[in-house]
């Protein structure tokens, strides 16, 4: 088996801290799994060009942080459990560590871009932009946050001007003001028969109606779409073209360019959710760049950067921005300038391509866990996706599995909590999120409590129910 040797890269500081540094960024991402053993320091030495001393001091320095263990005569192991990650000493993830495994919720690996957000905040306070940044941003975000939201935007594949550009906080409050903006009482929203959830729900907040749109195994149906269009006389569609939630599919250029045929025919606009794009780099043009004047475009750096951040960006026609703006203003004023800062340096000095990449990377080792613990099962997934869409076999529901893994230790989502209509939703299936959980081995454990259960369906079931 190939050593652990750690990536340096254009880490800063003592050399022996970044090695530490390194080694729980592998600890986050999985690269160093618990009970892993590393090579002896004279060879780690060896390996980076370093003196025997220096990964000497940053083993004694792992050991302090209890990130890991040295076992005289045998050598030094990655923890049973690794406290740094947990305790706020390194990196405070706050995703626990103990208790049920939570394989529930979408969110992308921990701590990946956490040097670099300390990095920046560093230069935030030792510079003198803070005076802006402390005050209010109302009628106009800044430039250069606008700057970098364009190339946010542009590594997305969409082109847009400064005025058609709005800074959110992430893309659930972009999803917010487009509803608040733009929708009267009673207008008709179209969805996915099955879709990111707080969306109907925020529907039904502010009374507008929704409807579900059949999808088959290539995504959304135009045909169908057409049906509803003639109707009744919807004001829009919502959908998730890329990595959708929760079935993982991504539309195909031509199932997209069929979609904004009937979208144009019928004069509909378009909210196009991409939260997911950015980490899949082999996906088909966003309709927004296919048709801009009929999409809105809806996007964070929640899943490729950090959610907490609470950064998102909208792209809409110039003519729709003023009562966006407006929406923005009248429910949060602004995007705390302080993390659009952040958010603006990592992607204008050009960091936030490689910790793309590290999601990226991360999601794919998760996929691979995934398919090579669930193997024997059909398992719908994305080899870039966060999340996996577990079809169930006889004699499951959606909702027994849940409560079947949850009895054993492990959360998920079932098929009906992701349905706009209930009625239609009689898929029963699963979705698993696989980059929640910090510790590869409690993911693994989880996936094979999921992997027992569709071995044994209720009937023949080992596991108690
Ligand atoms: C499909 C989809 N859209 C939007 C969001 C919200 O993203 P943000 O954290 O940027 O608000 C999520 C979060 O899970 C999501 O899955």
Redo the contacts with the bound molecule.
């Keep these: 088996m190939a050593i652990w040797v750690p990536d340096l890269g254009d880490r800063r500081g003592p050399k022996y801290l970044q090695i530490v540094e390194a080694m729980v960024d592998d600890m986050a991402s999985g690269r160093l799994t618990v009970g892993t053993k590393l090579p002896p320091h004279r060879e780690l030495a060896h390996q980076l060009g370093l003196s025997a001393n220096t990964t000497s001091r940053a083993y004694a320095e792992g050991v302090k942080r209890a990130l890991l263990r040295g076992e005289v005569g045998r050598g030094t192991f990655v923890r049973a459990t690794a406290p740094g990650l947990n305790e706020g000493t390194v990196g405070d993830l706050r995703r626990p560590s103990a208790g049920p495994i939570d394989l529930s919720r979408?969110l992308p690996p921990p701590g990946v871009a956490e040097r670099h957000i300390r990095s920046v905040l560093e230069g935030i306070s030792r510079g003198h932009e803070m005076p802006s940044l402390l005050d209010f941003q109302v009628e106009a975000d800044i430039s250069r946050h606008v700057g970098a939201a364009l190339r946010w935007l542009g590594f997305c594949g969409v082109t847009a001007g400064p005025d058609e550009v709005l800074i959110t906080n992430?893309?659930?409050?972009g999803?917010f003001c487009i509803l608040t903006a733009l929708f009267r009482q009673g207008d008709l929203l179209l969805m996915e028969t099955l879709s990111?959830s707080p969306v109907r729900a925020m529907a039904e907040r502010l009374g507008l109606r929704t409807a579900a749109i059949t999808t088959d195994s290539e995504g959304l149906c135009p045909d169908d779409l057409a049906r509803h269009c003639e109707r009744a006389a919807p004001k829009a569609l919502y959908l998730?073209p890329t990595l959708h939630?929760p079935t993982t599919n991504t539309l195909s250029a031509d199932r997209r360019k069929a979609l904004l045929e009937v979208v144009r025919r019928h004069n509909l606009l378009a909210i196009e959710?991409d939260?997911f794009g950015l980490l899949k780099p082999d996906r088909p043009s966003p309709l927004a760049a296919l048709d801009p004047t009929r999409v809105i475009y809806v996007t964070?750096v929640?899943k490729c950067l950090a959610?907490g951040l609470r950064v998102?960006f909208l792209r809409a026609p110039a003519a729709m921005v003023p009562s966006l703006r407006q929406a923005v203003n009248l429910s949060a004023w602004m995007t705390p300038p302080i993390t659009a800062e952040v958010a603006s340096r990592l992607i204008s000095e050009g960091t936030a391509e490689p910790i793309i990449r590290s999601h990226r990377a991360i999601a794919a080792s998760r996929q691979r866990l995934a398919r090579s613990a669930l193997q024997a099962h059909r398992v719908v997934a994305d080899p870039h996706g966060l999340h996996l869409w577990l079809p169930l076999p006889k004699g499951w529901t959606g909702e027994n599995f849940r409560l079947a893994a949850e009895k054993n230790g492990v959360l998920l989502s079932e098929a009906r909590a992701f349905a706009v209509d209930p009625a239609l939703a009689t898929v029963e299936a699963v979705r698993l999120c696989l980059s929640h959980e910090p510790d590869q081995g409690r993911v693994q454990r989880g996936l094979e409590v999921v992997r027992q259960l569709l071995d044994a369906p209720p009937m023949v079931m080992r596991l108690s129910v």
């Design positions: 979408n992430g893309a659930q409050h999803l990111y998730i939630v959710d939260v964070s929640s959610p998102g």
